[in-house]
């Protein structure tokens, strides 16, 4: 499926999502650009890379692009809840963990899957931790996306 470009998609909530520069202190001259730290206001994404504006809206970009997926993916009736993806081995697994997880989903607590990325609908942070740990014992996700998921959410 082909999707506009996210600033173009009236999926996209813009409003919540707006990149913020901080630099790094210090004399930055002989790097020949102003080394800086970015981060969305959504509060999902943040680089703390030392590099300049242009390596950051890249990245910035990719985020956007996940925000995008996931507002054509995650129903509306959870629009109100942080959602996070968690990849999965392959598409297969990403189904079973959808299919097996074994605790029934709310209004605050939702799974959805797209190809081999699952979504993870939540209002209270140890959903998506649970959910990740549940998974990788059983060997749908890997270690590094496992995580990767305890790191940002937990």
């Known amino acids: 499926m082909s999707m506009p470009n996210y600033t173009q998609d009236p999926l996209v909530r813009l409003d919540r999502h707006r990149i913020e520069f901080t630099p790094y202190p ?52 959870y629009d109100r809840l942080a959602v996070v993806p968690l990849r999965c081995v392959d598409a297969d697994h990403a189904r079973a963990v959808v299919r097996d997880w074994p605790e029934p989903q709310d209004a605050e607590h939702g799974l959805f899957r797209r190809e081999e990325t699952v979504f993870i609908a939540y209002r209270d942070s140890e959903f998506p931790c649970s959910v990740a740990v549940w998974a990788h014992l059983r060997g749908h996700v890997s270690d590094i996306f496992a995580g990767r998921m305890l790191r940002d959410v937990g």
């Not at 210090?26 to 020949?32: F, N, V, Y």
């Open 26 to 77: 210090g004399d930055h001259t002989a790097l020949g650009f102003v080394a800086t730290r970015a981060s969305c206001s959504c509060g999902t994404w943040a680089s703390n890379r030392p590099w300049g504006r242009g390596d950051h809206l890249r990245a910035f970009g990719r985020h956007m692009s996940d925000v995008q997926v996931i507002a054509h993916t995650v129903p509306s009736a």
